[in-house]
């Protein structure tokens, strides 16, 4: 069994989200939609790799939101831009401490580097499902 790297699983969430996204094609679901009208790809997602993967949460974030953008721009050259449109990404954590590392690491990414250029105007968000318990926060690996 191989390990994740980020750029794998950039290339598993872009191909995951262009397979699932085919469905823009498929006339019953064409023919519900208004003509000229967008179909809202909201997308949520667990921090694969993360934790026990051994990837860094900030990595996983980093490689997720990479490959819905690399989705975003396929969709843009295959001319279903105005068909389909990915228009927000969630991740989901159970774990207080990983939702607030993913949250920060939503954040740096859509502000630092290449990626913030690419998602200019989009902002990163959380919320959580419900009052969380108190815990303390720890940013270690959960093996140590």
Do not use: K, Y
């Not at 913030?116 to 009052?131: F, K, N």
């Amino acid at each position: 069994m191989g390990e994740l790297s980020p750029g794998l699983l950039e290339a598993g969430v872009r191909g995951a989200l262009l397979d699932r996204l085919q469905v823009a094609r498929w006339p019953v679901m064409c023919a519900s939609a208004r003509p000229r009208r967008r179909n809202s790809a909201a997308v949520s997602c667990l921090l694969v790799g993360s934790g026990a993967g051994g990837m860094p949460v900030s990595a996983s974030v980093d490689a997720i939101l990479r490959g819905a953008v690399s989705a975003s721009a396929a969709l843009v050259e295959q001319g279903l831009e105005n068909r389909v449109v990915i228009d927000a990404v969630e991740f989901i954590e159970i774990f207080e401490d990983v939702a607030i590392s993913a949250a920060e690491g939503s954040e740096a990414c859509l502000h630092d580097g290449d990626l913030a250029a690419r998602c200019a105007g989009r902002a990163a968000t959380s919320r959580p499902a419900r009052p969380p318990p108190p815990e303390l926060r720890c940013d270690e690996q959960p093996d140590w």
